[in-house]
């Protein structure tokens, strides 16, 4: 028989064995026929499941680079510049023709202070931080001059029943607005200087919160409340990131709250928002008439909009659709993706902001860069919160967004000290003075960033403070988070990301020369108590200079005056 003759019941055995799997199991027919979709269905829910791992790796690269703030804050500033201008000329277009005659005037003078707002962004960006720091406080003067002056009839610009600004050649200029970019620098400033650990009521109240009730009093007389909303939010932010106390916090919180309260119900339309955000007043064309049509405009838009320069709301229907209600034209243009990608752009601001201050080692960029994105980040969230109906209605633009030339100045400005900030990060200065600089920095010609170096008044603090016996017997803590680095800071010393931990100083003999007393305290460099028994002289034979080190001081303390001390 040839062996091509096929064998009885030869097929159906091979049908047997192929059916088997590796291991000998049989398997039936419905089991044959359900492992080829299985392996599909692995493959799919395998690649369902690698690409938010791939997305959030890619993050990662991006922020693992040194430049990486640096780069999101320019590409940020950019894009927020250039949609709020699209945006303004879309929505002022009907008003701007119905008044002037022309839909380009707003956008024009929008355009004409973004463009210098560009150039105060390069200022800034190329400042450096040590002039800035010497500039801060004659920038303040300035600002609260012109915040003076502004009241004054014949050089203020009365509008709409409030005196706010300041016509100078055609363009209108708020001081208001310019103070906000002085207290942040001077209050940083400020504060820093006075860094101390465990730092008292007055060094952290005073001078700022004097100067701050100062600044705010002369808005009120604008009248502007808020801009005056907007001080209080940098206060606030600045003594929290400086260290003040959770409960002296909590109650100036309060205090200001009912304050603000009490100012927005004194003015009659004021509390008449107020009153319609409540409900306690039903009156769609009275005082609630501009929340109502932010609301229809919004509702309009739906999810993907009715098209960029198709708003109905503009045609003079949402009064202030191009300033304090640009939000609702962009819901209505561009539905609830294009809000949501504003949403997205302030929170990535906020995020990178607050990525700039922890990973600064200069106490003063830390606060200034928090107070910053802290400043620009609420006035966002609450501008769009009046919009959507979650707050009253309180006249805070929307940065950037909003038509208003000195506040798309002043943001721009904010925007550029947050991006010299990110060029001061430790890997960010390592990276530029070792390697060559970038396209972007040949074109701008940017200086070197310079390392921070604690001054000569931080270092002999720290180690004044290091030298106290009772800082000595404390255990070195553990590292802080980088929430606690943010508002407590790291020693001066420090260089990199994590703070320095220094050993415990040795007990050493007390110098000749007089010592300085911590008053807060009132310990001297030896740790005897101002007040306190002074303790017996001890024998000063039979022991070296070592053994007076190991057993401590073998000299009496006497105070030879008010702040010092001196060895008898």
Same mark, same amino acid.
């Given at each position: 028989?040839?062996?091509?003759?096929?064998?009885?019941?030869?097929?159906?055995?091979?049908?047997?064995?192929?059916?088997?799997?590796?291991?000998?199991?049989?398997?039936?027919?419905?089991?044959?026929?359900?492992?080829?979709?299985?392996?599909?269905?692995?493959?799919?829910?395998?690649?369902?499941?690698?690409? !938010?791992?791939?997305?959030?790796?890619?993050?990662?690269?991006?922020?693992?680079?040194?430049?990486?703030?640096?780069?999101?804050?320019?590409?940020?500033? /950019?894009?927020?510049?250039?949609?709020?201008?699209?945006?303004?000329?879309?929505?002022?277009?009907?008003?701007?023709?119905?008044?002037?005659?022309?839909?380009?005037?707003?956008?024009?003078?929008?355009?004409? /202070?973004?463009?210098?707002?560009?150039?105060?962004?390069?200022?800034?960006?190329?400042?450096?931080?040590?002039?800035?720091?010497?500039?801060?406080?004659?920038?303040?003067?300035?600002?609260?001059?012109?915040?003076?002056?502004?009241?004054?009839?014949?050089?203020?610009?009365?509008?709409?029943?409030?005196?706010?600004?300041?016509?100078?050649?055609?363009?209108?200029?708020?001081?208001?607005?310019?103070?906000?970019?002085?207290?942040?620098?001077?209050?940083?400033?400020?504060?820093?200087?006075?860094?101390?650990?465990?730092?008292?009521?007055?060094?952290?109240?005073?001078?700022?919160?004097?100067?701050?009730?100062?600044?705010?009093?002369?808005?009120?007389?604008?009248?502007?409340?808020?801009?005056?909303?907007?001080?209080?939010?940098?206060?606030?932010?600045?003594?929290?990131? $400086?260290?003040?106390?959770?409960?002296?916090?909590?109650? /100036?919180? $309060?205090?200001?709250?009912?304050?603000?309260?009490?100012?927005?119900?004194?003015?009659?339309?004021?509390?008449?928002?107020?009153?319609?955000?409540?409900?306690?007043?039903?009156?769609?064309?009275?005082?609630?008439?501009?929340?109502?049509?932010?609301?229809?405009?919004?509702?309009?838009?739906?999810?993907?909009?009715?098209?960029?320069?198709?708003?109905?709301?503009?045609?003079?229907?949402?009064?202030?659709?191009?300033?304090?209600?640009?939000?609702?034209?962009?819901?209505?243009?561009?539905?609830?993706?294009?809000?949501?990608?504003?949403?997205?752009?302030?929170?990535?601001?906020?995020?990178?902001?607050?990525?700039?201050?922890?990973?600064?080692?200069?106490?003063?960029?830390?606060?200034?860069?928090?107070?910053?994105?802290?400043?620009?980040?609420?006035?966002?969230?609450?501008?769009?919160?009046?919009?959507?109906?979650?707050?009253?209605?309180?006249?805070?633009?929307?940065?950037?967004?909003?038509?208003?030339?000195?506040?798309?100045?002043?943001?721009?400005?904010?925007?550029?000290?947050?991006?010299?900030? $990110?060029?001061?990060?430790?890997?960010?200065?390592?990276?530029?003075?070792?390697?060559?600089?970038?396209?972007?920095?040949?074109?701008?010609?940017?200086?070197?960033?310079?390392?921070?170096? !604690?001054?000569?008044?931080?270092?002999?603090?720290?180690?004044?403070?290091?030298?106290?016996?009772?800082?000595?017997?404390?255990?070195?803590?553990?590292?802080?988070?980088?929430?606690?680095?943010?508002?407590?800071?790291?020693?001066?010393? $420090?260089?990199?990301?994590?703070?320095?931990?220094?050993?415990?100083?040795?007990?050493?003999?007390?110098?000749?020369?007089?010592?300085?007393?911590?008053?807060?305290?009132?310990?001297?460099?030896?740790?005897?108590?101002?007040?306190?028994?002074?303790?017996?002289?001890?024998?000063?034979?039979?022991?070296?200079?070592?053994?007076?080190?190991?057993?401590?001081?073998?000299?009496?303390?006497?105070?030879?005056?008010?702040?010092?001390?001196?060895?008898?």
């Amino acid at each position: 028989m040839s062996s091509s003759t096929e064998v009885p019941g030869r097929s159906s055995r091979t049908a047997k064995q192929t059916s088997t799997n590796q291991t000998g199991t049989k398997l039936t027919g419905k089991q044959r026929t359900s492992t080829q979709p299985t392996t599909g269905k692995k493959d799919s829910s395998s690649a369902s499941t690698s690409w !938010p791992a791939a997305v959030v790796e890619a993050v990662r690269n991006l922020l693992s680079r040194p430049l990486a703030s640096y780069h999101l804050i320019l590409t940020i500033a /950019f894009l927020l510049t250039v949609f709020g201008l699209v945006m303004v000329l879309s929505a002022s277009s009907v008003e701007g023709y119905s008044k002037d005659g022309s839909s380009y005037g707003l956008f024009a003078t929008q355009m004409i /202070f973004a463009l210098l707002g560009l150039v105060g962004f390069y200022v800034m960006l190329r400042l450096p931080v040590r002039l800035l720091r010497r500039a801060a406080a004659p920038l303040m003067v300035v600002t609260t001059v012109l915040l003076a002056l502004v009241l004054i009839p014949g050089i203020g610009t009365l509008s709409q029943g409030a005196r706010r600004w300041f016509v100078i050649g055609g363009l209108s200029v708020q001081p208001s607005e310019l103070v906000k970019v002085a207290l942040c620098v001077w209050g940083a400033h400020l504060l820093a200087s006075r860094r101390r650990d465990n730092a008292s009521l007055k060094e952290l109240l005073i001078p700022l919160v004097p100067v701050a009730m100062l600044v705010c009093l002369l808005i009120i007389l604008e009248p502007n409340l808020s801009t005056t909303i907007t001080i209080a939010i940098i206060v606030g932010a600045m003594l929290w990131f $400086a260290g003040l106390p959770v409960k002296v916090f909590l109650t /100036f919180a $309060a205090v200001g709250t009912a304050i603000a309260v009490l100012l927005a119900l004194v003015e009659g339309y004021r509390s008449q928002r107020v009153l319609s955000f409540l409900g306690s007043i039903d009156d769609p064309q009275g005082a609630g008439y501009q929340a109502r049509q932010a609301t229809y405009a919004l509702a309009n838009g739906g999810v993907f909009g009715v098209g960029l320069g198709q708003s109905r709301a503009k045609w003079n229907y949402l009064p202030n659709a191009h300033n304090d209600f640009i939000f609702a034209i962009i819901g209505e243009e561009l539905g609830l993706i294009g809000g949501l990608l504003v949403v997205i752009l302030f929170a990535i601001l906020a995020f990178i902001g607050f990525r700039i201050a922890v990973r600064s080692v200069d106490p003063f960029l830390r606060l200034m860069t928090g107070t910053i994105t802290v400043l620009i980040t609420a006035q966002a969230f609450i501008n769009i919160g009046y919009v959507i109906g979650l707050l009253p209605v309180t006249g805070i633009q929307l940065p950037l967004l909003s038509a208003g030339g000195t506040s798309t100045l002043t943001v721009l400005a904010m925007l550029g000290l947050l991006a010299s900030a $990110a060029r001061h990060e430790p890997e960010a200065v390592a990276a530029l003075s070792t390697g060559e600089p970038g396209r972007l920095g040949r074109w701008l010609r940017l200086p070197a960033p310079v390392p921070y170096r !604690p001054t000569r008044a931080d270092a002999l603090r720290d180690r004044l403070d290091q030298r106290r016996p009772d800082r000595a017997r404390v255990p070195a803590p553990a590292a802080p988070s980088r929430w606690a680095r943010l508002r407590h800071g790291t020693p001066t010393e $420090a260089v990199g990301r994590e703070p320095v931990r220094r050993p415990a100083p040795t007990a050493r003999t007390p110098r000749t020369a007089a010592v300085r007393v911590d008053y807060r305290t009132g310990y001297s460099g030896t740790g005897t108590r101002r007040g306190a028994p002074v303790p017996p002289r001890s024998n000063r034979g039979g022991g070296g200079a070592s053994d007076a080190g190991r057993a401590g001081s073998t000299h009496q303390w006497r105070p030879a005056g008010r702040s010092t001390w001196s060895r008898h």
